[in-house]
């Protein structure tokens, strides 16, 4: 009885450690580190995600923020573009596409990531705001003011220092 026993024990623990873990239970924990603010273990486990479901559009997103954190905006910028192709809709995967893009100087790319980001969602003040100030940097001084007013009324309060300084 005690082989027995012992033979489903270890049948068991073979078993169960011989079980993969699901495209979906990798995120949860790559979501996990990325909370925990452990990008790179972050990025580890959701690449394992995503190599088990590449329609994985959340594993994507993720990973793109924890990219993004991690200054690897290259990176980020593929994970974001991933995230539009599986779900065009995501104004905040044009948004933080247009932020990284910012942050490697493709200036032009990062305007039309936050236009395209508030043709989804008008509400989206913060590309607003950030298209203002591209715009302005880019001598566009009269649509630059528009977005920031714009940003303004939609409640960020950054587009007012904004205004006074560039839009007498």
Request: glycine share 4%; hydrophobic share 40%.
């Amino acid at each position: 009885m005690k082989i027995i026993t012992k033979i489903l024990v270890v049948t068991f623990i073979v078993t169960a450690c011989g079980q993969k873990e699901t495209s979906h239970e990798l995120f949860l924990k790559g979501q996990s580190f990325y909370d925990s603010e452990n990008d790179s273990m972050a990025i580890i486990t959701l690449s394992k995600a995503i190599n088990l479901d590449t329609l994985n559009k959340d594993a994507y997103y993720l990973r793109a923020y924890a990219n993004h954190r991690f200054l690897k905006y290259e990176n980020a910028i593929f994970d974001y573009t991933k995230t539009i192709e599986l779900d065009n809709k995501n104004d905040e995967a044009y948004y933080f596409r247009g932020v990284a893009k910012r942050s490697i100087n493709d200036i032009e790319g990062a305007i039309n990531d936050y236009s395209k980001a508030i043709e989804i969602n008008p509400q989206n003040g913060e590309a607003f705001n950030n298209r203002g100030l591209l715009k302005i940097q880019s001598n566009l001084i009269k649509n630059g003011c528009e977005d920031l007013l714009s940003a303004k009324n939609l409640g960020i309060k950054e587009a007012d220092t904004s205004i006074l300084i560039f839009c007498k």
